[in-house]
């Protein structure tokens, strides 16, 4: 098991913004977080990766909470956020170095998967470059490409088409792929619905903080009586059922 979430309660004060999230993220599944604005993806993410700390329940990674083991926690895991987060003063090049350092990664052959991915993402000229040279899908490549540099187990990547040009989501797919056939578990937050369908395994529908349903398409399609919907017809009867 990858990732495991039981019970949890938290938000950003003793008002909790999620209310009783119970889920699993097995090695080898991309699982779609799908939601409205204000839903909770982002607040469940940032629970996930330590930035807020649960007030109820726990989250284990490969059985390890953050409280007992961060360091093999945080090593364990990749996130790549929906702004970009670039150091100005550093160049691409020294971008990668801090990430090899920070994951205490194999100098070369953290490289040689560095060097796959800028060639995919067609950065692999611009090593020297700050981050103001570039645009904002350029540095959201840039923070692809330094999180998965990192052999994760789970890869926790929010709205990542945000910015991105059709090539580069092709590629940024491409790579989930690769990374969910080598073990990889995959949280993929995201308005894209139709891709969402197409490339993820289960899902998990949040609606004001909590899990209104989760599983694979099939199974919510069963649980929302609607045998022949795609994704975006379930979203849909869920945003109207909670309005009413």
Not at 231 to 237: G, N
Request: glycine share 6%; aromatic share 8%; net charge negative.
């Amino acid at each position: 098991m990858s990732l495991e979430v039981e019970h949890l309660t938290g938000g950003y004060s003793h008002v909790p913004v999620l209310k009783d999230l119970n889920f699993t993220i097995p090695e080898q599944t991309v699982v779609g977080l799908i939601g409205l604005n204000g839903a909770g993806k982002s607040t469940t993410i940032k629970h996930i990766i330590g930035i807020l700390t649960p007030q109820k329940g726990t989250i284990k990674l490969n059985g390890v909470t953050l409280a007992n083991d961060p360091e093999t926690y945080r090593k364990s895991l990749a996130f790549v956020p929906e702004t970009p987060v670039l150091y100005p003063a550093l160049t691409l090049r020294e971008h990668v170095e801090l990430t090899i350092m920070a994951y205490d990664l194999d100098h070369e052959k953290a490289w040689q998967q560095a060097g796959d991915l800028l060639v995919r993402f067609r950065l692999d000229k611009r090593l020297d470059w700050f981050p103001a040279n570039f645009s904002k899908g350029m540095q959201q490549k840039v923070m692809i490409v330094c999180a998965f540099i990192v052999p994760a187990d789970l890869y926790i990547i929010d709205e990542p088409f945000t910015g991105l040009d059709p090539l580069a989501i092709r590629d940024l797919l491409q790579v989930i792929e690769q990374q969910k056939a080598r073990g990889a578990a995959v949280l993929m937050s995201t308005h894209v619905l139709a891709t969402a369908q197409k490339y993820a395994d289960r899902f998990i529908l949040l609606s004001d903080g909590e899990i209104r349903a989760q599983g694979t398409l099939t199974e919510l399609k069963q649980q929302f009586g609607m045998t022949d919907a795609n994704l975006d017809d379930i979203y849909f009867k869920m945003i109207d059922e909670v309005a009413k």
